[in-house]
């Protein structure tokens, strides 16, 4: 390896940031193509009902009507595609009725769309629209999980009871007996509640087609263009994949929600070949709230059972999950593969057993949001140990210390092998951090003021760096998980990086610069990072599960050493050397135990001018691809201690205190890892204090539809945040060391802050989101 | 019918024909092809949308286009300065790291700015109280609040 510039773990000023903060980003709606016009969807008003007349014919007649596109359109094509296989314990596969692109005959949730107007303005589609002729013959609403099996309807013919799969992970016999012999059992039942996404930048295509050439040119907001191309071709509209080209461009925020393949796009790139001109959407953000796939909102029931001293002897989780009104593109693994997997968390629990339901509901669909199934997963455990050690009269740190999975790599009960972590390490350093030894003097002086007290801890873990193939493969995963990246050396030694990952908001154009500059040893300026564009990227599997920087960087990584290795067959040829003499240093190579050597851009010259060249050994140029698929899944973990104060007359509750210590192994740029953290953070404090998506349970209505009822985290709702990340464990099988930073705090911070509540108060449990209501209500029947 | 309406934009006189019923927001994006301004809800609760009217952060969206008729608007594109130097707020957005996605950090920046010349301030809590009106889904307002700090001291150096 080359010595290090120093780029590495340097806190880099971001690159993109220069065009974002002068206007300059260039956003799926800020592209206006020639001859544009202007989709509007007509979506159902009610929850679940048959379309009994769908007429069009007013509407098309109404002014600047280009074309209008309904269910009857797409019957001929495929629905839009589940990604991922689950077999229920019975052994039969999930029930996966068809996702339709448009409506076809009957309506599943509000916002469900029925029709697509295209027309010259935005305002004549809407106006079109309106025109258009609906009847509905409502049926019952399936609402709540946890009533839909069996309930009094049912959302698709295909699952008669609602129930999508019933799967099972672990040892459910000997997690049972454990139970049964165990000194102590604690149960909790919960629900972890459903969350908008609600990136700021609302869902926007912009679909054309180009006749003479038959091909397509799709501008969307994706986490992933490459797959939403081979969705959108190869499961339902049939178009050749070499003829159609996705551009995510500038994307404002994903949080997953812009993983998915959407009813509207896919709509408009069929009806861009019939209206012969662009067409361009922009979501509405009530609309979004109706139409994007929303995550979490699990039913759940835990119990831990322990020894006399408190060590872990089983774990017994029941699960039902609300899949909503139909299975969005990776829908079926959130609740399983990406959440059961993790329920060892931390600890070295012998037994453990987790069963799901699955439930189709008319809801709109739910998929994963920013920690997809880990957040849920790390709920449940975070909060049935601290529950535990209450009951325990252990201290909640202790109890965990005593569990702690200590030696590594350690294979959990629930499938996956942790290659590596220190949790004693970052709880320590977490504990100092938030000052827990000033704790009892901090609630005294709450007391005094009549306020309420309390600190609770998270230890989580996360699998990231989605994921070995081969792994995900046997678990029911229809796509290849690995990732592409490819280094472009010009001939003047500049460098051109393209990789399949995808930045909205990550900075991923600073952090694959400082990694590509220390190994070629160039400056920063020298290398450019693409991405987000099929016509561009060779492939890319896109950016999820914090596996950027893990699986896409290590392809880079991996394509750059090769270019390292053709550079010294170049170097050696020129330098009269053996290949094996020269060594790559500081961007140079030399002939080693010489002052023999050459410049890295004196050899991609040689590559490109090869008039003195290894013709015999060699092709010209200095171009080379890779493509990385991981070994194992990377585990980032840590601690997060919550401190809250709340005023027992309101209700109201302040954090003081949220502090938080994670081991991502080694960090690139802390600056952007650090905000990774503060905004995961934010989300999860929103989930364990705010944000709630409700549906009304008798009608189906989405009663949170908007920001004057949904209530997202803002400023003053926060409080500024300790976080550090830890020394660490490096990853042990990827060549960076890496382990994923993005989720972690939407991750880590739910059960820390219900733990505090919870121990302000001292009570079991506070429902999430723990508004004002909700704890003057705990707080009220504490004290009685 | 459209009415004919002159507006002052980032220093520069314009003259151009707005609906009556489209918002400030939709003229300076659509029809000034000004596309920095962003749109991110549509309840005037997110403050993707904000500018400066005659001096004050006003949400873009709230305000018919025909109501702006003889108003000075700055929007981000006019905040740094000619040369490309950018506006003290600016730089400390990027010093701080106070944006991701960028898709908030136009109205975030243009609220700063904003808070900082007509409010004094700004410790800690009082920015984040002035920022109430600014939606950001990314940062967990950690740096943005480091940044409107470190920007509005900037700004009286």
Known sequence: MNARQGFIGTSVERREDSRFLTGKGQYTDDITLPGQTYAYFLRSPYAHARITRLDTAAAAKAPGVLGIFTGEHFKAVGGLPCGWLINSLDGAPMKEPKHPVLADGKVRCVGDRVAMVVAETVDQARAAAERIEVDYDELPPIVDPATAIGGPAAVHDEAPDNRCYQWGIGDKAGTEAALAGAAHVTTLSFRNNRLIPNAMETRAANASYDPHGDNYTLYVTSQNPHVERLLMCAFVLGIPEHKMRVVAPDVGGGFGSKIFLYGEETAMVFAAKQIKRPIKWTCERSEAFLADAHGRDHVTTVKLGTDAQGKFLGLHVETTANLGAYLSTFASSVPTILYATLLAGQYATPKIWCQVDAVFTNTAPVDAYRGAGRPEATYVVERIVETAARELGIDPAELRRRNFITSFPYATPVGLTYDTGDYEATMARAITLADVAGFAARKAASEAKGLKRGLGYSAYIEACGIAPSSVAGALGARAGLFEAGEVRVHPTGKVTIFTGAHSHGQGHETTFAQVVADKLGIPMDDISIEHGDTGKVLFGMGTYGSRSLSVGGTAIVKAVDKIIAKGKKIAAHLLEAADTDIVFENGEFKVAGTDKKLPFAAVSLTAYVPHNFPHDKLEPGLNENAFYDPSNFTYPAGTYICEVEIDPATGHTRIDRMTACDDFGNVINPMIVEGQVHGGLAQGIGQALLEHGIYDTETGQLLTGSYMDYAMPRADDLPSFTVETAKGTPCTHNPLGVKGCGEAGAIGSPPAVINAICHALGVKDVPMPATPYTVWKAAQAAAR | ?157
């Open chain 2, 1 to 157: 019918m459209g009415m004919q309406i002159t507006l002052t934009v980032n220093g520069e006189s314009i003259t151009r024909e707005a609906e009556p019923n489209t918002l400030l927001v939709t003229f300076i994006r659509e029809t000034l092809r000004l596309t920095g301004t962003h749109v991110g809800c549509d309840t005037s609760q997110c403050g993707a949308c904000t500018v400066h009217v005659n001096g004050r952060a006003t949400k873009s969206c709230g305000l018919l286009a025909v109501q702006a008729d003889g108003a000075d608007i700055t929007t981000i594109e006019g905040l740094a300065a000619a040369d490309g130097t950018l506006h003290p707020m600016q730089a400390a957005f990027r010093a701080c790291h106070g944006l991701q996605c960028g898709f908030c950090t136009p109205g975030m920046v243009m609220s700063a700015v904003d808070l900082v010349q007509h409010h004094g301030c700004h410790n800690e809590q009082q920015v984040r109280e002035a920022l109430e009106g600014n939606i950001c889904r990314c940062t967990g307002y950690h740096n943005i609040v480091k940044a409107v700090q470190q920007g509005a001291a900037a700004m009286k150096a």
